[in-house]
């Protein structure tokens, strides 16, 4: 980070929804690209890792730089002086997101995410529901006034992806691009072949 020699960090979380995979993944990449990582596991989340990858919680420990109880709101990552690139939430569940949203910090997760956003830090939210009533929609843009960006994790079938893996590391990489990672988790698009636009 600028003036001083800190190996540049980022907090992810992985909350309850579906699709555990993306926090794990995030955490794989994030230490490829040299990235400091400070994570925060619900406990729901830890069911979720359990029923969809079998991985434990020591396993998914391993993974990170450094853990934190998400009953700690005294930890690190709960206070602005301790900087970080921001915060991404892979998977976010529909009720961290709505706690972050309305400033409930009773959690490290919440209390986390509401740190990066009052210091104007970067906050992703992988959100993983469907279909979305009314009420997740106003959740979704209150929180996009407050600085957050909402970033479901939508497969990029323009990849022509091969596997569940290539469309989990694109939606990954992609998240990582808006903290302006490097990583070539995900194709980039180069154009569509100039034959393909003669035939349009």
Not at 27 to 40: D, K, N, P, Q, R
Not at 58 to 65: H, I, N, T, V, Y
Not at 76 to 90: D, N, W
Request: aromatic content about 4%; overall charge positive; some cysteine.
């Amino acid at each position: 980070m600028s003036g001083t020699q800190e190996r540049p960090r980022i907090v992810v979380g992985i909350s309850g929804a579906s699709g555990a995979v993306y926090g794990v993944r995030a955490l794989e990449l994030l230490e490829a690209a040299g990235i400091e990582t400070h994570l925060i596991v619900t406990r729901s989340a830890h069911l979720t890792l359990s029923q969809e990858l079998g991985l434990s919680p020591a396993a998914l420990a391993r993974k990170a730089s450094v853990v934190h109880n998400v009953a700690d709101v005294g930890a690190t990552i709960s206070s602005g002086s301790f900087r970080t690139l921001g915060m991404l939430v892979a998977p976010c569940s529909i009720r961290t997101m709505s706690e972050i949203a309305t400033g409930v910090t009773s959690s490290l997760m919440s209390r986390a995410a509401d740190v990066v956003l009052k210091e104007r830090r970067r906050l992703v939210l992988m959100v993983r529901e469907t279909p979305l009533h009314l009420g997740h929609l106003r959740t979704m843009t209150a929180l996009t006034e407050m600085g957050a960006i909402i970033m479901p994790p939508v497969p990029a079938f323009y990849a022509l992806p091969g596997s569940v893996a290539e469309m989990v590391d694109h939606s990954v990489g992609r998240a990582l691009d808006l903290f302006d990672i490097d990583n070539d988790a995900c194709r980039r698009w180069a154009g569509m072949p100039a034959a393909r636009r003669a035939d349009a």
